[in-house]
């Protein structure tokens, strides 16, 4: 219980005003309970000494103000605790799916995969809303309801402490009325579908493209972007919030007039000696309020343990390893890599996919790395982006000044393209600028000749042609062209490149090597290729086996 304590106080702490203003609504709410029950009670005290022949006096007026005071006061606070209760529970949601993002964007990966993407969204998605409900609503209702059973029951037994044991021994069935929503509430709720969809989206492009982030140095831009989509769903839901509200406080105001009506009017009717019983009406009101938080502490109990598991769930990813976060070390000038005895085997495997490796690739040096699948070249590229640590050994990026080990600092000096189609939903322009937000028009223009993209700049909408799920609308070749554009606009000097024309046909891809070759002179440039004629533009040859 200590653990659960102790997150929930530091998941909370910036919302600690709202949750003791959400106390304090309880504790009022009580009182106007128990406010209520002696306001009636002295009020018919009141009518049955007027039928009794009492001389008229201020009493039963002074009386009835106060009952009408009070449930004005009850349907504010009511009002003003559900308000609190669903902002902060939005907000609380976001901070903690924000913070789960950070951590799995700063994953450190030893290279096994020991969560599927499936079961990361659900713990971001469904275990956050669990925890969020049940801290903003679950915790301060359960806390709030025992606190009106106890006023009641207690106000009972002083009054007919008999009927008091009676009650407490019965529980009561609750009968759960459904609503019905109107039209506008509906199509709130389809507009916060349709935003939740894309905070969605978000999540599981970027936990798809976690690698490719880190590498491009992105993650901050990401995490700013789910910002912003989370900023639109909070918008909707509040919207929806206040129509909400605002409906209740109309339920409320129809229900409390008709129940206050009525009983005014029993009131009314004993002073004219119409009605009888009329204490019967607060042992009535007390029944009813040790009864329903009976039901609701029924109901809030299981929630607040269901919590627990779902804390669990998210204590469990964020004590996962994170990637140390300093400032990037960029190396002046073209740079090279050195890889000195490096062994590296995956989780769980007795054999070295690289064993006592070494070497060189010099700076300005064009390196085609060749070897059947499975021999480590695809490993070999992660190690060099410090994606992966080796087991023994080194790696340091250098150049003719100095010398720096491969880590997440480093990585400003790599321009990486995977294979594969690596773009992400958007524009073209959104894809180029993870390159480099700060480019300009003329800069993403030439990194796109570069790259042998031209055709962008001959599509209706140019550079801000819509690109879909997984580059959707283009082909394949297209797409690898525009994610090496998107990588040159990098700062870095050496260009790694994994099967980056395995989609281009012959002769766009001796255009592609053409360009590459003449153009970024300075550069350190590794392929990994399976295709001979990126051979003949290598100095060098590096087989793996």
């Known amino acids: 219980m200590r653990k659960y304590l102790k997150w929930f106080n530091k998941a909370v702490r910036p919302y600690r005003g709202s949750l003791a203003v959400m106390m304090l609504c309880h504790v009022l709410l009580t009182a106007c309970s128990v406010g209520f029950v002696y306001a009636s009670k002295k009020l018919v005290d009141v009518a049955v000494a007027l039928l009794q022949g009492a001389s008229v006096d201020s009493g039963l007026w002074t009386w009835t103000g106060v009952i009408i005071l009070i449930v004005i006061v009850r349907i504010a606070l009511n009002a003003l605790k559900t308000y609190l209760q669903t902002t902060t529970e939005i907000n609380l949601k976001n901070r903690l799916r924000r913070r789960l993002f950070d951590v799995l964007l700063h994953l450190q990966s030893d290279g096994g995969t020991k969560y599927h993407t499936g079961d990361l969204l659900n713990r971001m998605q469904e275990d956050v809303r669990v925890v969020s409900a049940a801290f903003a609503s679950s915790i301060p209702n359960l806390l709030g309801t025992s606190l009106q059973f106890v006023a009641a029951f207690a106000f009972l037994m002083i009054l007919d402490a008999r009927l008091g044991l009676l009650i407490i021994l019965v529980v009561p069935a609750g009968i759960f009325a459904g609503k019905y929503i109107t039209g506008r509430i509906r199509g709130l709720t389809l507009d916060i579908r349709k935003s939740d969809s894309q905070v969605q989206s978000h999540l599981q492009e970027s936990i798809q493209h976690i690698a490719l982030l880190q590498t491009m140095e992105y993650t901050q831009i990401s995490g700013a972007s789910l910002e912003g989509l989370q900023g639109e769903l909070y918008g909707n839901e509040l919207k929806r919030v206040r129509f909400s509200i605002l409906s209740r406080i109309f339920i409320a105001l129809a229900f409390q007039a008709g129940s206050t009506a009525a009983f005014l009017w029993g009131v009314f009717g004993i002073s004219k000696g119409t009605v009888t019983y009329g204490m019967m009406t607060a042992f009535m009101q007390l029944v009813a309020q040790i009864q ?15 919590a627990t598991a779902s804390i669990d769930r998210i204590m469990d990813l964020e004590s996962l390893p994170r990637e140390e976060i300093t400032d990037p070390v960029l190396l002046e000038g073209t740079a090279g890599i050195r890889i000195s005895d490096v062994t590296f085997s995956y989780p769980d495997s007795s054999v070295n996919v690289l064993d006592g490796f070494s070497h060189d690739f010099r700076p300005g040096s064009r390196t085609a790395i060749l070897g059947p699948t499975g021999a480590g070249k695809s490993t070999l590229i992660r190690l ?16 003719n000044i100095g010398v720096a080990p491969v880590s997440p600092a480093t ?14 939903s958007g524009t073209i322009c959104d894809n180029l600028l993870m390159g480099n937000p700060e480019a300009t028009q003329e800069e993403m223009h030439k990194a796109l000749h570069t790259a042998a993209a031209d055709f962008v700049l001959d599509l209706p909408a140019g550079i801000h042609t819509q690109c879909f799920e997984a580059g959707g609308g283009l082909s394949e070749g297209q797409a690898q062209r525009i994610a090496i554009a998107r990588a040159l606009l990098r700062p870095g000097s050496i260009l790694l490149l994994d099967e980056f024309s395995s989609a281009l046909d012959a002769s766009t891809e001796t255009t592609l090597m053409e360009r590459l070759t003449s153009e970024l002179p300075d550069h350190t440039m ?20």
């Open 384 to 399: 060099l982006l410090s994606l992966l640590k080796p087991k023994s050994g080194s790696i340091d990026v250098y150049n």
């Open 292 to 306: 329903r938080p009976l039901i609701e502490m029924s109901s809030q109990i299981p929630v607040v343990i269901h």
């Open 411 to 424: 990585r400003c000096n790599l321009v990486y393209v995977p294979q594969g189609n690596s773009l992400f």
């Open 526 to 545: 590794i392929f990994i290729t399976h295709r001979d004629k990126i051979i003949d533009y290598c100095t060098d040859i590096l087989r793996l086996s």
